[in-house]
Structure formats: C-alpha cells, structure tokens
C-alpha cells in the first residue's frame, strides 16, 4: 500500500464514516451545532437533506456523539417499514416490552407513556433517521403522529430526519402536507467548492500522519472538485485512487498527469464527447447522402412522367365530332332560340349564365 509511502499512519481516504477524519470547515461544523440546538430547543421535527456522498451519515453519527447524556438515542438506519413494524421498532430500542402489545393504539400508548416518565425525570428521547427519503407516506404520516406526542409545554419526541433531495419532493404530496407544516428546521447539506476540496483534502492526510508539504495543490484539486462535483465520498475515492498512481509512479507529488490512469469513467469523457461528434456526423452525413440520393431517384422519375405526358396525344384534338344530327352544342342552341352571349353576360354569375344555357341546351334537344 501507500501508506509507508507517504509517510501515512492509516488510510486517509477511507469511505466509511470515521469521526476522527470529520473536517469542521465548509459550514458542516455550523450544520451541526445548528442541529444541536434545534434539538435540546424541543422543535420537534427536523429535516437534513444533501446528495448522495455528501456527508449525511457522518452528520448523524457526529450530532448522536455531541448531544448531551440526559438524550436516548434511536437510531433507524432502514426506515423503509411498515407504520407498524417502526412503532415495534422504536420501543424495541427503548426495551419497551410490547410481546402482549398487538395494536398500533396500544403500541402509541405504551410509547407515551415512557416518554411522558423520561421526561418527568428529566430525560429526554430522540430519534435519528438515515435515508429517510425511502420512507412510505404511511410511514411518514406515523412519524407526524409520534410527533403530537407532547405535554403542555414540551415534545416528547424530537425527530432528526436526514434523507436525500427525493425526501422533498416526497414531502411535496399534498396528502402528507400536515407533516411538511410540522417540519421546524430545515437543513441543506451543500458540496464542496475547490478550496474547500483542497483543504479537505490535506486535512485527512495530515489527520493520517502525513508530514510533507501538502500534497494535494490548487489545480488537482480543481480538477477533482469538477469530476466528483464536490461530493466528500466520491472525493474520497478519487484521491485515494490518485495516491495509488503517485506510489505505482514512484511519484510524491501529484499531478495533473496522474488523471489519465484513472478508470474511464473519469478520464476518456473528452474521448467520449469526440466519440459522440463523430456519431453524430455520420448519422448527419448517412442522412444527407441518403436524401440526395432520393431526391435524384424523385427527380428522374418526374422527368419519366412528364416525358410520357408530353408524348401522349392529345384527347381533345382527337376526339370524334358526334354523328347525331339531332346533337347541339350550347352556343348552337343558344343561336337558334335568339339569345346571344351578349344578353347572358348581363347575368350576375357565371353560375347563372351557365344554367340559363343548360335550361335552354336541354329544351332545344328534347325538340329535336
């Protein structure tokens, strides 16, 4: 491994939540504090979302270790159960015995009751939820419920809900409406920009033991900050795999260089962009050619057609004349009776003058 390397104690990139690594910068000091005394204030229902990676579950562990010893904790790690089975879990935590306990009613009462007597002796519960976006509504409605468990003063109950961004627009459900309106604190977990990164970064080296000057500078850590999108757990990994190429290199510096051993995934997307153009203008020229040649196709074939138009002979020029003498024309008709087209023109519509000649063309041939 690196770490003899380096000059390391231990792993500095590890992505399993270690309080020993927990870098108090970049507000995730102030979150926690805030929560703290959102907390021992009694507001009852409070909600921290942040992104995958971004630190939730290091929060948590962090604000469980600093809340004061009167608090009993709950932790619930998979929220995605039934109103009930949460109900049994709870007082499973607490060492409630609920074996003869068979209703939701009974459970709520048995839990109120306990906390109605921790709170006489001046001890106070509270339930800390992770991934709490994989809640049902059902459950989440029971988590509004536990939260009306209070005496005249206080919550019997504070509830710390930490979740990804899907958590509110769950809570956009109008059907869960009362709960959103009970949530007292909210609280945005943001990434990490480029200094913060960077001290990040060297921070957990020199928490690991390392000695030198620090080892990751301004525009590494630049780079890193736009492929992780300052995400602590896929920073992580990065500069763990990063430190793993300076030691295969024999390098104890890093380099912008070093990006180009990383899996695909980080380092071929300008080749993948290209990849992609290229894709691209072959489809757009595949189209073109395809369309020229249809349209040369569509053009010879109108030439063809008008071609055999202009060849054929034309049907008015040879058309018989009618051998039945009884048969006139309309103007003949029009001649023998007396009326000229003189008189028709004075007729409003060519409609008119149209059906006038018929009328007089068929009486003429019922004569004859």
């Known amino acids: 491994m690196y770490c003899s390397f380096f000059g390391l104690q231990k792993l500095p990139f590890k992505i399993s939540p270690d309080l020993s690594f927990f870098y108090k910068h970049a507000s995730r000091d102030d979150i926690v504090q805030a929560l703290l005394y959102s907390v021992e204030r009694g507001d009852g229902i409070i909600k921290v979302v942040g992104e995958v990676g971004v630190g939730k579950t290091t929060l948590l562990r962090l604000l469980a270790e600093k809340l004061p010893s009167h608090y009993q904790k709950v932790y619930i790690s998979s929220p995605n159960l039934s109103s009930l089975d949460l109900l049994k879990f709870i007082c499973s935590e607490l060492n409630l015995k609920t074996d003869q306990i068979t209703t939701k009613l009974d459970l709520i009462n048995r839990l109120n009751g306990f906390l109605i007597e921790e709170y006489r002796q001046g001890r106070r519960v509270v339930m800390l939820i992770d991934e709490a976006q994989s809640m049902t509504l059902d459950t989440l409605e029971e ?5 009306n468990l209070e005496t005249e003063e206080d919550k019997l109950l504070q509830m710390v809900l930490f979740g990804q961004p899907e958590l509110d627009m769950t809570l956009q459900d109008s059907r869960i409406k009362p709960l959103k309106d009970r949530i007292a604190c909210h609280v945005l977990i943001p990434p990490l920009d480029t200094e913060e990164v960077m001290r990040y970064l060297n921070y957990r080296m020199r928490v690991a033991g390392y000695m030198g000057q620090d080892l990751f500078n301004l525009s590494v850590s ?26 295969s290199k024999g390098d104890h510096n890093l380099k912008l260089n070093h990006f180009k051993c990383l899996d695909p995934e980080h380092s071929s997307r300008r080749l993948q962009w290209g990849l992609s153009v290229a894709l691209l203008l072959m489809v757009v020229v595949l189209g073109w050619n395809l369309y020229g040649t249809w349209s040369e196709r569509h053009s010879k074939e109108r030439l063809l057609v008008t071609s055999e138009i202009s060849d054929a002979p034309n049907q008015a020029d040879t058309k018989q004349p009618l051998d039945s003498p009884s048969f006139m024309t309309p103007v003949q008709i029009a001649k023998t009776l007396g009326v000229e087209f003189n008189e028709l023109s004075k007729m409003v519509t060519l409609k008119k003058k149209r059906n006038a000649l018929f009328k007089r063309w068929t009486m003429m041939n019922r004569l004859f």
Do not use: E, F, H
Request: net charge positive.
């Open 143 to 147: 988590i509004r419920l536990l939260g």
């Open 222 to 247: 630049k780079k890193i900050q736009k492929l992780t999108q300052g995400l602590p757990r896929s920073i992580n990994l990065m500069a763990d795999k990063l430190l793993m190429i300076a030691y």
